[in-house]
C-alpha cells in the first residue's frame, strides 16, 4: 500500500505458475488459488485499480498439463483480466551439447535425469518430459 501511495503505477511480478506441484518444484511454495486471489485482491483493493501488474507466467514446467495451462490462460482471459501475463517457454539447452559459451545451466539442466528430461534430438533447445512435450518457439 505504501509504495502505491509513493506513485507506483506499475509492477511485474514472476509468479511464474498456478499449479501447485509445479511451482513448489521451482521453489515457489504457494498455492495458484491463493496467488489468484492475492493479484485480484492488490488490484483492486491495494492499488485501488490504479496500477498496471504484469506477471511473468512459465510455459513447459514438468508436471504441468496442457489442461493445466489452458485453465490459467481462462483465468487470465475472465476472471484475472485486470493482470497481463507475460509468457515464458522453459529453456532448458542440453547441458552435453549446449555451446560453450553458456555461463548458466539450471537446476533442471544439471539434474536433467532426476526431472525426467531428455533431449530427443540433435537440437540441443528441443527437449521434452513425461508430463507434456515442449520445443523452443511452440505456442
Known sequence: ?????????????????????????????FSGDRAKDFLLKLHYDILEENTVINTG??????????DSVKRTVD???NEGK?????????????PTRAPKNSLYQSKFARNAEKYGL???TDNYLYWEHDTRIQTYGES
Open 57 to 66: 507466467m512459465i510455459i513447459g514446467l514438468p508436471h504441468e498439463t496442457m
Open 1 to 29: 500500500k505504501r509504495l502505491y501511495q509513493t506513485g507506483l503505477r506499475g509492477l511485474n511480478l514472476g509468479i511464474e505458475t498456478f499449479h501447485e506441484k509445479a511451482a513448489r518444484l521451482i521453489e515457489k511454495p
Open 75 to 77: 483465468w487470465f482471459k
Open 82 to 94: 485486470c493482470i497481463i501475463p507475460n509468457w515464458n517457454v522453459l529453456m532448458i539447452p542440453c
Open 118 to 120: 531428455r533431449w530427443p
